[in-house]
């Protein structure tokens, strides 16, 4: 399974982004999709997560400022970012768990996400 992220860019501090991932190949089942972030020099860490049945899970940072939602039918994750952070600037994976002839765990290519004071 391919996922192709979009929706990063350069934004000032409180403004908004909208990250999208799109999954492409044989799926039966979405478990879940999501989305990671990873800081120069720091490990990969959880954003936001959602399971196919829209249960959802976000790092404590991002609560009440980005909200994760998903579009079955498209097999879309979107992560609509508010009240950015200079915090916030950090290279964004899609990632995503399925059922499938290729079922696993996928990642996308990375989009960067930069958030200026």
């Known amino acids: 399974v391919q996922l192709q992220a979009s929706g990063g860019g350069l934004v000032q501090a409180g403004g908004s982004l909208k990250l999208s991932c799109v999954a492409s190949g044989p799926i039966f089942v979405i478990n879940a999709m999501g989305w990671y972030r990873q800081h120069p020099g720091r490990k990969r860490e959880l954003v936001a997560t959602i399971t196919g049945r829209g249960c959802t899970n976000y790092a404590e940072s991002v609560k009440g400022r980005f909200t994760i939602s998903m579009d079955n039918t498209k097999n879309t994750v979107h992560l609509q970012m508010n009240a950015l952070k200079p915090g916030d600037t950090a290279v964004y994976y899609c990632?995503?768990?399925?059922?499938?002839?290729?079922?696993?765990?996928?990642w996308g290519q990375g989009t960067q996400v930069t958030v200026s004071s």
């Open positions: 990632y995503g768990d399925f059922d499938g002839p290729l079922g696993g765990e996928s």
